[in-house]
């Protein structure tokens, strides 16, 4: 009898699983995939971005180098080569995982899992043989999967989700992103770096929805400049083979006439849905919300008495850091333990070159909502580390209460905001004001003076701009 049975072996389900161990649970952990560490290490965030850095250094081979005196001849790309670059660093991280549970006595079991009862999970392996584990608790952890279109069949081939985008084996001529989300961003990067032509047919008319508006305009803009073509407020109706690639047939969002889009691949880009299929949900009566998520409560408790569900199977960002936040409170929760997580201050990052990062509150959010805020803003033109490193596209701009001065929302579109948004969670965190970082002193030179900048901006006191 375990204490507790996690399926799914993703951030959330890893991590919770390890958690649980050191807090002196009896715990299995129960993995279809064949490897541990979910979409995020097998076909998400790991993979693509060895991707991204990959891509980076093969387009400033190309011409970055020469600008500051470094004569490069004969760059010439080799996709295998750099397919199995990617396929091994996923493999060492996966297997790190695998370390990690023997470690701490956890029990990978291969196979899918399913709900029987509550305490009852039944488990199939990948030969058909069928076995019963009995536990007092349960966590769902069984992630998500690319939102199908209508019209839009991927084999990933020729029409792909971020899965098939991971592993082409050649450059596109022409790539069509259906979507201008953050998949669709980050890999329609790393294919216009290695050569290939990119067009973003985007639903809305704007890209990366959620993202402060004036920082997705910028990145746009800088898109753009990189060769992007866009095509904003549109929809894609049907996408069809031909001997030379794929037709797509668009439409205005808002309807009107038909137009035609002829490329060799597309991403189909447009959302992910949790995945529950083969839990047996409905059979154990556990509640879903309307968008198919598990409905669970503060303790991330179901409906059934000792079903619990994480990450990106229940509401909130589809992001893994916020599933291990999740996975480690829910096994503290289990253990008696109060943990708490501030959904309000789960960072967000896109890697593109420049990245974006943000943290909190959009301008628009704060519009919406009616709060009065001031706004600092500082351009990493003036940030003599991003000069120096000749990487100074985008801005910091922070977002303070009108009146008390505390941080809402800090959004960074610059060469390392990825980074660099860790020291505005922290702030949040700790509820401080932009005076706090303001009045905090920043090593020079480093980009996140231009955070310290943005802060003083909020009072009107920026020094270098
Ligand atoms: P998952 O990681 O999806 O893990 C669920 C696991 O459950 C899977 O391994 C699956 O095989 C297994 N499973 C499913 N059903 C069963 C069953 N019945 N029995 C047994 N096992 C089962 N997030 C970031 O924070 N940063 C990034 O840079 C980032 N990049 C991404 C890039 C891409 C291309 C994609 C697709 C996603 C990216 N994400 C990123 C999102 C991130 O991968 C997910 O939010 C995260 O993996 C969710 O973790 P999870 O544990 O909830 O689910
Ligand atoms: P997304 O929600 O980020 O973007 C989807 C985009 O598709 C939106 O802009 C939406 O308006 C558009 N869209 C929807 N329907 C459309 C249609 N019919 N035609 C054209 N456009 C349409 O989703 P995604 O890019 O698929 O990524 C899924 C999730 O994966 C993300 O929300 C994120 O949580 C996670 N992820 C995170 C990272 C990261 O943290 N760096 C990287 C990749 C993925």
């Known amino acids: 009898m375990y204490d507790v049975i996690v399926i799914g072996g993703g951030p959330g389900g890893y991590v919770a699983a390890i958690r649980a161990a050191q807090l002196g649970m009896k715990v299995a952990c129960v993995e279809i995939r064949g490897s541990l560490g979910g979409t995020c290490l097998n076909v998400g965030c790991i993979p693509s971005k060895e991707l991204l850095h990959a891509s980076h250094l093969y387009e400033q081979a190309q011409g970055g180098f020469a600008k500051l005196g470094i004569k490069v001849e004969g760059v010439s790309l080799d996709l295998p080569r750099m ?6 660093v996923v493999t060492g991280l996966t297997k790190g995982i695998e370390f990690l549970f023997k470690k701490n006595k956890v029990d990978y079991v291969k196979g899918m899992g399913r709900i029987l009862a509550a305490g009852k999970v039944a488990v199939t392996g990948a030969d058909g043989s069928e076995q019963t584990l009995e ?14 279109l209508p019209g839009v069949d991927v084999d990933e081939e020729t029409i792909v989700t971020s899965t098939g985008a991971l592993t082409l084996a050649e450059v596109p001529k022409h790539l069509v992103l259906i979507g201008g989300g953050i998949i669709g961003l980050e890999m329609g990067v790393v294919w216009h770096r290695l050569g290939a032509k990119v067009t973003v047919v985007e639903f809305l008319d704007r890209i990366v929805p959620g993202v402060d508006l004036e920082v997705a305009k910028e990145m746009q803009k800088l898109l753009k400049k990189q060769g992007f073509d ?32 002829e490329c060799d691949t597309v991403l189909l880009a447009i959302g ?3 995945f529950t299929q083969s839990l047996g949900l409905a059979e154990a009566g556990v509640e879903v919300d309307q968008r198919g998520r598990i409905a669970v409560n503060g303790q991330f408790q179901t409906n059934i008495a000792g079903i ?7 509401a909130g960002p589809m992001l893994a850091h916020k599933a291990e936040e ?35 509150q959009t301008e628009e959010d704060l519009k919406k909502a009616g709060r009065a805020y001031k706004a600092g803003k500082f351009p990493f033109m003036a940030n003599s580390r991003a000069r120096a ?11 303070a209460d009108a009146e008390t001065d505390e941080i809402l929302g800090v959004h960074i579109i610059g060469a390392d905001a990825g980074t660099m948004i860790a020291e505005a969670v ?29 802060a003083m901006a909020v009072a009107g006191r920026a020094i270098h701009a």
């Open 135 to 148: 536990t007092k608790n349960i966590i769902l952890a069984t992630g998500s999967e690319a939102m199908p």
């Open 230 to 261: 866009f095509r904003l407020s549109t929809k894609v109706t049907k996408a069809e083979r031909t001997t030379e690639g794929v037709r797509l047939s668009l439409e205005p969002a808002a309807g009107g006439e038909t137009d035609v889009l």
């Open 426 to 454: 922290l702030a949040m965190e700790f509820k401080a004001s932009a005076e706090d970082i303001a009045r905090t002193s920043h090593a020079h030179p480093t980009l996140n003076e231009a955070l310290k900048e943005a």
């Open 326 to 360: 999740e996975g480690v409170a829910c096994a503290e929760m289990m253990a008696g333990q109060h943990p708490h997580i501030d959904y309000n201050c789960i960072p967000g990052v896109v890697y593109t070159h420049p990245e974006i990062a943000w943290v909190g």
């Open 389 to 399: 490193v000749g990487d100074s596209e985008g801005f910091v701009k922070v977002l």
């Open 272 to 274: 992910r849905r949790p």
């Open 83 to 88: 397919m199995k670059a990617k396929t091994q």
């Open 308 to 314: 619990y569900a994480i990450g990106d199977v229940i």
